[in-house]
């Protein structure tokens, strides 16, 4: 991995077109987004059926579609963390229109069948949870997205934010008890 000073001005260079920069900053944070890929992953593989290196890929495609204005690393992970979640929203919505009958197949519904249309729309219920957050509280559903999704620290979230930890926590707090209260579950 190389120097935090060293990876912010390989993303400016990116940011300015140089694509060299953007295939050394993946280099240098390959494995920490492969860890990241493999976290999002938990408990929705079988929903998606893709592994991390191609959840990785599909990112990485994405942000080459449109390469953001990252400050630095902790914002560089956090949009990437971001665009990891609207390739698995994607996915969701694709494998419940192919139950709909989007495909030319017919489905026989199984245990497992059932289990992973519930996990599809347990996803995108999440998904729409929040975007009703985002847009009552931003900076809370952002927060949110950073600490679970990006499996970001508190004091990164805050860094990128520009805002206190304990500001961050009680954003953390916020959402998971406005999530919660939107989804109608006591978690």
Same mark, same amino acid.
């Given at each position: 991995?190389s120097?935090? %000073?060293?990876?912010?001005i390989?993303?400016?260079?990116w940011?300015a077109?140089?694509?060299?920069?953007?295939?050394n900053?993946i280099n240098?944070?390959?494995a920490?987004?492969m860890r990241m890929?493999?976290?999002?992953?938990?408990g929705s593989?079988?929903?998606?059926n893709l592994?991390p290196?191609?959840?990785?890929?599909?990112?990485?495609?994405?942000?080459?579609e449109?390469?953001p204005d990252v400050?630095?690393?902790?914002?560089f992970?956090a949009?990437m963390?971001?665009?990891?979640?609207?390739v698995l929203?994607d996915r969701a919505r694709?494998r419940l229109?192919?139950?709909? %009958?989007? %495909?030319?197949l017919n489905?026989?519904w199984?245990?497992?069948?059932?289990?992973?249309?519930?996990v599809?729309?347990?996803v995108?219920?999440?998904d729409?949870?929040?975007?009703k957050?985002e847009?009552?509280?931003?900076r809370s559903?952002?927060?949110?997205?950073?600490?679970?999704?990006?499996g970001?620290?508190?004091?990164?979230i805050?860094?990128?934010?520009?805002?206190?930890?304990?500001t961050?926590d009680?954003?953390?707090?916020?959402?998971?008890?406005?999530?919660?209260?939107?989804? %109608?579950?006591?978690?």
């Amino acid at each position: 991995m190389s120097a935090p %000073g060293s990876l912010t001005i390989l993303l400016h260079a990116w940011k300015a077109g140089d694509g060299k920069a953007f295939e050394n900053v993946i280099n240098s944070m390959h494995a920490e987004l492969m860890r990241m890929a493999a976290g999002r992953l938990r408990g929705s593989n079988a929903l998606v059926n893709l592994s991390p290196v191609e959840l990785l890929h599909e990112a990485i495609a994405r942000v080459m579609e449109s390469p953001p204005d990252v400050e630095n690393r902790a914002h560089f992970l956090a949009t990437m963390s971001l665009l990891m979640r609207s390739v698995l929203v994607d996915r969701a919505r694709e494998r419940l229109a192919d139950k709909r %009958g989007g %495909g030319a197949l017919n489905v026989t519904w199984t245990d497992s069948a059932h289990g992973e249309e519930s996990v599809a729309h347990d996803v995108l219920a999440l998904d729409e949870a929040l975007r009703k957050l985002e847009a009552l509280d931003e900076r809370s559903s952002r927060v949110l997205e950073m600490t679970y999704f990006g499996g970001m620290e508190r004091d990164e979230i805050a860094k990128v934010l520009a805002v206190s930890v304990p500001t961050v926590d009680r954003d953390i707090k916020f959402a998971r008890a406005w999530i919660s209260k939107c989804l %109608g579950n006591n978690a």
